[in-house]
Every structure is written in C-alpha cells, then in structure tokens.
C-alpha cells in the first residue's frame, strides 16, 4: 500500500458514510503524490492527516415557525477546516440534501481553491438541511434568525466569515446580517459577504463567480491556441453561477443555448434570452420550464442537461456536485465538447475526471475555475476594512487578474512535476503547497 492509500484507509475509516467527502480527499490526495515524494516533510508532520480533519465542526438545531405557527428544527453546519492562511471563508448551502459530508467535502475543497486565490483566507462551509423552497418571505426571515442566533457565537471578521451558496442569495444573506448585528450590538459588516450594496457589500460580487469562470476558461483556451469567441456552449443550472456565466460568455461572443434547474433544461437554438432567465430565477422565483412560454423556437425536456442530444462546444456544468457522471461525460464528447468548465463544486465524479483527461478535453477544475466568487468576497472584506469601496470596473480588473494568476498557478504546478499540461493536479498541487507550508511553519496544528 502506498503512503498516500495509507491516508486515505484512515480518512476513510473515520468517516465512513461521508462519500462525497471522501470523493473529495481522493480526487485531491492521488494528485499530490509527486509532491510528497519531492517533500518528506510533508510525510514527516502528517499534513495529509492533518488537512483531511476539520479544525473544528459546529453542529446545531435551528428551530423555526412556519406561517401557519408550526414550529419545524432543522439541522444547522458550519465546518471551520483550515486556518492556517487565514480566517475560515466559505459560503452556507441550505438544501434538504446537505448532512455532515457534503458541508466537509465542500470546506475541503474551500482550503485550496481559497489558497490558490492568493489572498488570506482559509477553508470553511457551513449550512442546513433546511429547504428554502415554496417557503415565504416570512419563513426564510425566521429561519434565518434562528440560524444565526446560534452561528454569530463561532464566527467574525477575523475568525470565520460566511457567505451564500446554494439556496442563499442576497435576500438571506441580509436576513443572516440584520440578525448578526442585533445580536451583536455592533455593525461588523466584515462578518459575512455576498452583502447587499448599501451595507457593505462589493460591486461585482454577484458577477464573480460566473464571469471568474469565464476569465478562467478563457485563459484554458489561449493556452491551447483557441478561444471563447463563437463557441456554442451548454450550462447546467439557472442560479447565480449560472446566470453569470452565462451573461459573460455571451459578452465574449459564444452563445449560450441551454440552461437548466433541478427538474429539467431548455434548449434554444437562436441563444438564451438572459433577460427572462434572470426574471423567472431571481425576482418570481419560477421553474426554469417558464422560459418556452416566452421563446418561440425554444424547447423545454425533463432531466439532466447533460443527458441532452445536441451540439456545443464548451459544457460548463454550475448547478451541483456529481453533476457529471461517466455516461454523461461519455454524451457530453459525443455532442462535440472540447472543454469543460467547473462553476460548480465537484460537479465531476473522479472516474469521468480520468476519463476527460484521457480524452484530452481541456478542464478546468472548479477548484480553479469557480474560486472568482471567493476571491471576491474577500475583495469585498479589504473593503469593509478600509470602509471604502471600490468602483465595479476595478473589482472586475482585480478579479480578472486573479483568475489568470490562478491559471499560470496551476499550469506552473503541473509542468514543475512532470505531467503536461493538466490543471486538475495542478490546481490541486499549488493550492495544496501554500497552505501545507504555512501549517508546517506554525508547528503541529
Ligand atoms: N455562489 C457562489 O459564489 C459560488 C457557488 N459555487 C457553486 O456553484 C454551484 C451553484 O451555486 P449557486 O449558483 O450559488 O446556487 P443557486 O442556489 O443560485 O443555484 C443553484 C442551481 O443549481 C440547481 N440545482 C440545485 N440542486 C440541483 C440538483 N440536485 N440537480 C440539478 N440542479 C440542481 C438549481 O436549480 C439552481 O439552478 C454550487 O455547486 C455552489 O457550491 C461555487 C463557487 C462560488
Ligand atoms: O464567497 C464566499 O465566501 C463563498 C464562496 C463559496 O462558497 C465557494 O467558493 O464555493
């Protein structure tokens, strides 16, 4: 058994059930084995065993009053897993799927892609199994000041600072704040991020994720003598990622002609029409099925996007983890893609990871290629310190730059060890190498 396997049998004994977790600590460690032949320091002071285990994980009840007086508990997360670099940043996910192991595959992914953002800031998720779904104003207020009556105790501008993800936008994301300074008596708008504009939040945070995504794929296809100018591409999801990136690639001259929600995906062969997606998704709140109403010529299908027959050349899957399997990676090269792009976290399964880099379709892995939306959000953080903010154009520049920093990161990583041009590895290995040393440098933490 090689070191590395050695690691994962105790990962995996100690968290059995967690499969997406442990997904995640594999797909990360396989990568990193050159590096830990290069540095036996790092099998010296078990960095490996030390990063798989979280620094600290909260769980707690999160009791709420629907409209009617009922009252519901839900199960509130916040897993604070690395801090070796910097106060603990990751977004919260309310979604009945989310237990134990999805909010610590999603904090182990946060500590290197926070890493490779190149900015002070550690690893950490939070969330609940709550459903934000048919739930109304009211209820999403309630619980999300019953949330945060317990999660303003572990959390704080130079501790731990959350934001939004799946199923928490800016609506909740004030309801979290408002509940945070009434408790606290103070107005520490460093505490979260994702804010609205008028109380601290940045310009271009909503854009970052999406548009970083972009930035990133962009650089991919220079590297490889192409680029994003009159592509035909394919999203998964309609949510803030989505949206974003969809509105960017747009921008950058590729047409963008499917999206989709949990329940199905609409193919428009003339070009999505963002405007309506952005109404029906981010002020009714509808199902994405809404949008053929309005399109003549477009179609709506239940199921996966990825599962649809039609041609693009670029796939950027942004709805959710496992988005991608092996027979959906096989449909997705059989309709003509040349690369995918990860606006999701670990929207790949590992075996059709291996099997797109054996095809040598360009992926860019959303440790990579999705760390716009964090790296903005602590854009966001030097603002609220400064008490100043910065117009949309610099955010937009600043963040522009990172993801090409990201990129030349990974690609250097990769060629440093031998294996081409795979930014997977080396994403992985340069965001890994950042906060390995720093914890090394700070003794056995
Ligand atoms: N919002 C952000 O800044 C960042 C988000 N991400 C990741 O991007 C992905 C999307 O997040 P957001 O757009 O923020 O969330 P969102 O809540 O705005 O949108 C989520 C989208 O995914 C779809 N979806 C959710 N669960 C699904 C399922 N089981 N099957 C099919 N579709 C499903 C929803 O219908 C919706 O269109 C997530 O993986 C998230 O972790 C990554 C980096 C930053
Ligand atoms: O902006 C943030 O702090 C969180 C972003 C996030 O949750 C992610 O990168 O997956």
Known sequence: MSYIQEVLKKVEDRNRDEHEFLQAVEEVFYSLEPVIEKHPEYKETSVLERIAEPERQIIFRVPWVDDNGVVHVNRGFRVQFNGAIGPYKGGLRFHPSVYVGIIKFLGFEQIFKNSLTGLPIGGGKGGSDFNPKKKSDGEIRRFCESFMTELYRHIGPDVDVPAGDIGVGSREIGYLYGQYRRIRGAFKNGVITGKGLKYGGSLARKEATGYGLLYFVEEMLKANNNSIKGKVIAI????????????????????????????????????????????????????????????????????????????????????????????????????????????????????????????????????????????????EMVQNSMRYSWSFEEVNNKLKDIMINIHKSACEASKEYGLGYNLVAGANIAGFKKVAEAMITQGIY
């Not at 989505?242 to 590729?254: D, F, M, V």
Request: proline share 2%; net charge neutral.
């Open 236 to 379: 998964s999801g309609s949510g803030n990622v989505a949206i974003y990136a969809c509105e960017k690639a747009t921008e950058l001259g590729a047409k963008v002609v499917a999206m989709s929600d949990s329940a199905g995906y609409i193919y428009h062969a003339d070009g999505i029409n963002l405007d309506t997606v952005k109404r029906l998704k981010e002020v009714e709140r509808k199902r994405i099925k809404e949008y053929v109403k309005e399109h003549q010529g477009s179609k709506y299908h239940e199921g996966n996007v990825w599962e649809g027959k039609f041609k693009y050349d670029i796939a950027l899957p942004c709805s959710t983890q496992n988005d991608i399997d092996m027979e959906r990676a096989k449909n997705i090269i059989e309709n003509g893609a040349i690369a995918v792009g990860e606006g999701a976290n670990m929207p790949t399964s590992n075996d059709a990871i291996k099997f797109f880099l054996k095809k040598e379709i360009l992926l860019a892995p959303a440790k990579a290629a999705n760390a716009g939306g964090v790296a903005t959000s602590a854009l």
